[in-house]
């Protein structure tokens, strides 16, 4: 039996078929003995990608991990203070807000308040799920992150200088305000949440749990506050307006906490990592082995037989 071997393309060695083909053999160009490299001498990865490395930077003091965790709860309590702050909206809306006011403080305004809020709130949650797939390849996430946070900081900062506002006469205004401070807020935190679990897929999975862990605790921790808040202040206004400053306060770490990220070098590792194998192009893939006209062109023209002495 006739063996014949030859070296044609990425296969080192082919033993050729009774039809003339090759079978596909993956393996080192050159016979390469080293698997740090392609056989070629070309590297796997370059030497400035970050996983060539084989050390990684650790989580130093669970820095990253607790970011992302706050980041988490950030994502979620903007729309859990707004839930959660029942009395002050019910107060506002009422007409218990006028101190000349003899009739009943309930208005139609109150009494269906928590209805207009669920509706002011999903329908900008839907926009801003589809305008966030839309900006992914057009804007970077950290100008989504940041933009988006800069929005609800914005919105908050006018809700908390409203608290010792008399609206008792603008009630429809103040309502029609109402509504758009929710739909902003509504907006901005879903496009916030939806990008900072967009960074979080480049970490090991332990991040994105400390994500999800956060917007866990993210109405746990409204509750918790408005509870305090209510205990601490006879005045439903006073109350509101700790309540308020508290998610003020939080937001502000949260954009703080973000801008620490990229200097933290356990995160920077990974975001390097993903920026770069985002921005590389892939080269042209091989020809899979099932197809004929590769296994043609690898293998070469089919070998002669030699002819017997007559």
Not at 59 to 80: E, H, K, Q, R
Not at 182 to 188: D, E, I, P, Q, Y
Not at 244 to 271: E, G, N, Q, W
């Amino acid at each position: 039996m006739l063996r014949i071997f030859a070296g044609y393309g990425e296969c080192p060695q082919l033993l050729l078929r009774a039809d003339g083909s090759a079978p596909c053999v993956r393996g080192r160009r050159g016979g390469g003995s080293d698997g740090d490299d392609a056989g070629d001498g070309t590297p796997l990865l370059p030497a400035e990608h970050p996983l060539a490395s084989h050390q990684r930077p650790e989580d130093t003091y669970c820095m990253v991990y607790a970011i992302f965790f706050l980041l988490g709860i950030g994502s979620l309590l903007p729309w859990n203070f707004f839930i959660t702050a029942k009395q002050y909206w019910l107060y506002k809306l009422s007409n218990s807000s006028d101190p000349a006011a003899q009739e009943e403080p309930h208005s139609d305004l109150s009494d269906y308040f928590e209805s207009y809020l669920a509706i002011a709130s999903t329908v900008p949650s839907v926009l801003c799920l589809v305008l966030n797939y839309l900006l992914v390849n057009r804007l970077s996430s950290s100008v989504r992150i940041l933009a988006s946070l800069f929005v609800i900081l914005v919105v908050f900062g006018v809700t908390t200088a409203l608290v010792k506002v008399d609206v008792s006469q603008h009630h429809s205004e103040f309502f029609a305000g109402t509504l758009a401070s929710v739909a902003l807020v509504s907006g901005a935190s879903n496009l916030f949440s939806g990008s900072v679990f967009g960074i979080s897929g480049h970490f090991p999975m332990r991040i994105s749990q400390a994500l999800i862990s956060g917007q866990a605790m993210g109405g746990t921790l409204s509750a918790v506050a408005a509870v305090v808040d209510l205990a601490a202040a006879s005045d439903v206004t006073d109350s509101a307006l700790a309540y308020f400053l508290t998610a003020d306060v939080f937001i502000l770490l949260c954009i703080f906490m973000y801008l620490l990220l990229p200097k933290l070098a356990y995160s920077r590792h990974y975001m390097l990592a993903a920026a770069n194998s985002s921005s590389r192009v892939p080269s042209e893939a091989p020809p899979p082995c099932g197809d004929d006209e590769s296994r043609g062109a690898r293998a070469g023209p089919s070998p002669s037989r030699p002819s017997s002495p007559s």
